[in-house]
């Protein structure tokens, strides 16, 4: 069974940094995309950033570009979010997911339950 679980998330005054994880198993991850989403209280969910299947393509979304870095461990069954310079407005929960044609801008195949992130102002 595919499960994606992430773990990391908080409380965090804005300016602080978080480390976001999300493991992934019941099969290997090692050519996929993996990537980050978040979804906001009355907002859409939307793309944060994404890793290809070898680790050398990354995109970011431009709000978060030069503060948040996106990285996978070698066996590239775990995607890591490095959030720094963290602001209120990067409250959200935040979703993990993987993508099997290893496409980091396409359809995301599976999905993690998400963890919270809540900056405070």
């Known amino acids: 069974q595919v499960q994606l679980v992430e773990s990391g998330g908080g409380l965090v005054q804005a300016g602080g940094s978080l480390r976001l994880s999300c493991a992934a198993s019941?099969?290997?991850?090692?050519?996929?995309?993996l990537g980050w989403f978040r979804q906001a209280p009355g907002k859409e969910r939307e793309f944060v950033a994404g890793?290809?299947?070898?680790?050398?393509?990354?995109k970011y979304a431009d709000s978060v570009k030069g503060r948040f870095t996106i990285s996978r461990d070698n066996a590239g069954n775990t995607v890591y979010l490095q959030m720094n310079s963290l602001k209120p407005e990067d409250t959200a929960v935040y979703y993990c997911?993987?993508?099997?044609?290893?496409?980091?801008?396409?359809?995301?195949?599976?999905w993690g339950q998400g963890t919270q992130v809540t900056v405070s102002s």
């Open positions: 890793i290809s299947g070898s680790g050398v393509m990354k």
């Open positions: 997911a993987a993508n099997s044609a290893n496409i980091v801008m396409g359809s995301y195949d599976y």
């Open positions: 019941g099969r290997t991850f090692s050519r996929d995309a």
